[in-house]
């Protein structure tokens, strides 16, 4: 565990770089205004200009849409971070129309940090980033050409994904260059599967605005079968009612894609010691998380899309790739 100052450079000096006179932008919300008024200082300090910055309540009630003055900003700037917490609804009106501006400008470097924390500014963020791109590097080799990636665990976890050349596999190190967006903190290896047979057990946490509302599911897994990529709603099952609910609306009903399978990827970040269940962390632990809804197609390439992204960490997993294994039990076996 480090510090949130050590956090925050690791962020502006070591992730995006942050060079003398480059445009910044800055979208926080209140609930985040410690730590993105020390992103705003540490990057002013970078680039000895002053930083543009955004707080979102002053757009109105949440959710928001994207307003236009964030979105002319962004088609701008050189560098910008997104330090905020989900709000329910905001996926669809406000940070997917946000990627998409990030995405269409080719200079921009962009920090993702939905649902940071001081927690994970001074834990995540404060990983050694150069072992986290050679573990990453290690795993993408082993996955990058996979045409079968099977994941069990001792909860019920027992499904195969199949895998097209057509869709990308992305590393995701921390290492943010032009033109691309990272989640910070940062680890993991991903792609879209073509398709995903079999049992998923969600029994570590949730993404969206889940995790904060129900945190942990170890006691309360989610289990639900997927048959021929997406999810089978007769087959839902949660101890939780308002859970099971809760995602059964989110993945059944948000759009005629919100129940398939659009991620599937591997924590990379071996300085994490225990889930803190927080999505934005948890995902990047060593493991497996997989997501309903959107492929992320900037990133991968799919030919669909959804207004849903709901990702779900699974425990202490067993990988096989093509057969052979990289992960027993939550432990790498990369050599």
């Not at 001792?154 to 199949?162: H, I, L, Q, S, W």
Request: hydrophobic letters at 40%.
């Amino acid at each position: 565990m480090g510090t949130m100052a050590e956090g925050v450079r690791q962020a502006i000096e070591n992730c995006l770089k942050v060079n003398k006179g480059e445009d910044v932008v800055i979208i926080m919300d209140r609930q985040t205004e410690e730590i993105g008024s020390a992103l705003r200082r540490a990057a002013e300090k970078s680039t000895g200009r002053a930083v543009r910055f955004f707080v979102m309540e002053d757009f109105g009630a949440r959710p928001i849409m994207l307003p236009r003055a964030i979105q002319e900003a962004l088609a701008a700037a050189e560098v910008s971070i997104y330090a905020a917490q989900g709000a329910k609804g905001e996926l669809a009106t406000f940070r997917q129309p946000m990627l998409r501006t990030i995405e269409a400008n080719p200079q921009l470097r962009h920090a993702h940090m939905i649902g940071i924390t001081t927690e994970i500014m001074a834990d995540g963020m404060c990983s050694d980033y150069r072992e986290i791109q050679r573990i990453s590097r290690l795993v993408y080799e082993k996955v990058k050409e996979a045409r079968t990636i099977r994941v069990v665990t001792a909860k019920g976890n027992d499904f195969t994904a199949e895998f097209s050349p057509e869709l990308r596999w992305t590393v995701s190190d921390g290492d943010i260059t032009p033109g691309h967006w990272k989640n910070l903190p940062d680890g993991e290896v991903f792609t879209s599967p073509a398709t995903l047979n079999g049992q998923v057990v969600i029994d570590g946490c949730l993404g969206d605005f889940f995790a904060e509302r129900y945190a942990s599911l170890e006691d309360t897994p989610i289990r639900v079968e997927v048959r021929d990529g997406a999810a089978v709603r007769e087959s839902l099952r949660c101890d939780h009612d308002e859970l099971r609910r809760e995602f059964d609306r989110y993945v059944f009903e948000t759009d005629e894609n919100s129940h398939r399978v659009g991620e599937f990827a591997i924590g990379t970040n071996t300085g994490l010691t225990h889930l803190i269940y927080n999505l934005l962390q948890d995902e990047k632990f060593p493991g497996v998380h997989i997501a309903f809804g959107s492929p992320l197609p900037g990133k991968t390439g799919a030919a669909w899309d959804s207004k849903a992204h709901v990702d779900g960490v699974l425990k202490n997993p067993s990988i096989y790739v093509d057969g052979a294994p990289i992960m027993i039990e939550g432990e790498f076996r990369l050599g």
